[in-house]
């Protein structure tokens, strides 16, 4: 069961010719005319193996594969293609044509297997267009009820579900994610960190998943005139915002164990120059693998948010966004890949995600695992992002290894 690193990249390369920022990074935003290449590549490569396609709830896609008994639960794979903006050619990529090749050694090969074998793409993993991470895999798992859908808007105020239908997206197969239809949820992806690299390793085998929790801030002050408003009547937006940013990072770096804070995006109104802020919104990305410390780290920030505003007579808004608790991975899946892995030669490291993937909302669903390959010098969500071919081969072999084990099994 070779698979064949010439196709895994070609796949790579004909994916991210649908990049709508060619001279920065890949830029594929769900449901874009990018995505839907993107999307439309994948699945004619896997019409093309006989493999059945539907479009499922939230805008995911799954391909399959019928087995013997193929009123089975099925063995899952993939991962998802959206992008942040201006990143890399690897984040989900690899997960996806892992999956794909992976795919046509199973059918090229004719290795007989008895439940069904699903090849997914989940949408909007990165929360770029709508602001909501995870947001697919939250739907098609019933963590996010469907009627959200038309609720939540892109930075345009085009609804999800508008841009899901424009895009062609319309369900085929209604069916939510669940316990009694899947045996297992396995995901290739990047590592995204240095870890692997540091320390020699080729493969990780993924324990544990980081928890997530997005929030957007607002701080309310009152734009006046940059010139003629003396430095102590001020009510600046920007002045406090700068606190709490700076604050953000003290408490993180104070709570530390594995505590990360993040401000990405921030917007400042009206965003003139002579004129004093009178209202700034930033993003608030939390994380940490132990539910309480995260909270906790959450609280504390909010508390800032308070004393800081209160200390101006300041106005703010704290808005949740999308969570994902910590989540552990399937012991029985972890066993298995250690398994397949050591088979090639090669010692895997157990290791725990800083990075969400949509196989955190799948962990409760069913048995789920999650293979690591290297990332150089563990930049990822940047033009720089790579990860070398073979890595990606390997970390191929040991997804087909592990899935067609557990699509044959009876247990
Ligand atoms: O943000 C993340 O961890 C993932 O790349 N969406
Ligand atoms: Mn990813
Ligand atoms: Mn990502």
Redesign the pocket.
Known sequence: MAVRIERIQNDIERINKFNATPEKGITRLTFSEQYQGAIGYVTDELKYIGAKISYCPGGNIKASLAGSDDNGPAVMMGSHLDT?MHGGRF?GVVGVVSALEAARIIVEEKIAHRRPIDIVVFAE???ARFNW??LGSSIWTGKLDLTRLSAIKDTDGVTYAEAMVRAGFEVSDASLLEPQKLRAMLEVHIE?GAVLEKRGYRIGLVEAIAG?QHLDITIIGRADHAGTTPMDDRSDALQAAARIITAVEEIAQKIGSNTVATIGRIACEPGQANVIPGRVKFSL?VRNPNKAILDSTVAAINQAVNDICGKRHLGFEIIPLDTAPPVSLSNEILDLMVEKTRERHVEPLRMISG???DSALLADVTETGMIFVPSKKGRS?CPQEFTRLEDIGLGCELLLSTVVALAASSG
Do not use: K, T
Request: aromatic share 0%; hydrophobic share 30%.
């Open positions: 942040v984040d993993e990165e929360g991470g995870l995204q997530i990305d990075a969400g993937h969500h």
